[in-house]
């Protein structure tokens, strides 16, 4: 007889009124069980606090801790070292918790190391519904390899639809360099834009602004201490760490951004994955 059965015998004594020395005698002449006082009392008192189901608890650890092989543990770092990616993109690849992947990189001294304390930019958080409503557009803050990029970044996919090296900055170049992306993908419903000199800073009057309603499109500029422009800046970040892992070719990087690099937002997805799908139904 099961344990659960032996117990539910001992309780349907007890609510006939038996003492616990009678449950005991009885569940000995009546089951051929044996057990002790101590361990009646024990049942009642855990039946009285808690919902129980009359069955014992699993001996079985809670989390199960298998081991690493040589083999994953040379993925991992093979993988970091091919693409520079950090552990929660490479868990895509491997099986692995991201918490392991960090281990695995840290014993081999490949995380990168963070000199003080970075200071954190609260942007305000928004959204776009599908691809090409809103571009995120900014030139990079610091240089690439030696130049400055300028870069275009649908909002809801993330997808990177032009990246260029400038040697030289103006709102000319700009316009001509956004007129070719849209010459490939279509132009969107409305620009993103910081308050920088080549987008016109605060005026509604100037050439870039210019340029946005002769073709149709709404320039949205971000609020003066209240960042907006969080996908892009995120964009440069990964666009300086993953780079010399593409040969330092902003075309090979852009590829690999869009095709194969997981992105967490999007649930492990490529960006490119999302913007063609949008593309489809819209």
Avoid at 29 to 52: F, G, P
């Amino acid at each position: 007889m099961k344990k659960e059965e032996v117990r539910k015998e001992f309780f349907k004594l007890r609510i006939k009124g038996h003492s616990y020395s009678q449950c005991k005698k009885l569940l000995r002449a009546l089951i051929n069980y044996e057990v002790s006082v101590r361990t009646l009392k024990r049942w009642e008192k855990k039946m009285n606090s808690s919902e129980w189901n009359l069955k014992d608890k699993s001996r079985r650890p809670y989390k199960i801790h298998y081991k690493i092989t040589d083999l994953q543990k040379q993925k991992v770092i093979d993988l970091k070292k091919k693409t520079g990616f950090g552990e929660w993109k490479i868990a895509n690849y491997v099986g692995l918790s991201h918490t392991t992947i960090n281990k695995i990189l840290s014993k081999n001294n490949l995380l990168k190391k963070i000199d003080g304390r970075r200071k954190r930019i609260k942007y305000i958080g928004w959204e776009r519904d599908h691809s090409n409503c809103l571009w995120q557009i900014d030139v990079s803050d610091q240089k690439v390899e030696g130049k400055y990029c300028f870069a275009v970044i649908d909002d809801c996919s993330r997808y990177c639809s032009g990246l260029f090296e400038l040697n030289n900055i103006s709102t000319k170049i700009i316009t001509n360099l956004l007129d070719k992306v849209i010459a490939v993908h279509g132009k969107p419903r409305e620009i993103l834009s910081d308050n920088g000199n080549v987008f016109g800073l605060r005026s509604k009057h100037s050439q870039f602004d210019r340029w946005c309603n002769k073709r149709g499109i709404k320039h949205i500029r971000t609020a003066i201490h209240s960042p907006t422009t969080g996908k892009i800046e995120r964009f440069f970040q990964t666009l300086a760490n993953e780079l010399p892992f593409c040969k330092n070719k902003l075309e090979d990087f852009r590829l690999r951004y869009n095709h194969f690099r997981p992105h967490s937002s999007l649930h492990g997805k490529a960006p490119a994955d999302i913007y063609f799908t949008f593309n489809k139904l819209f």
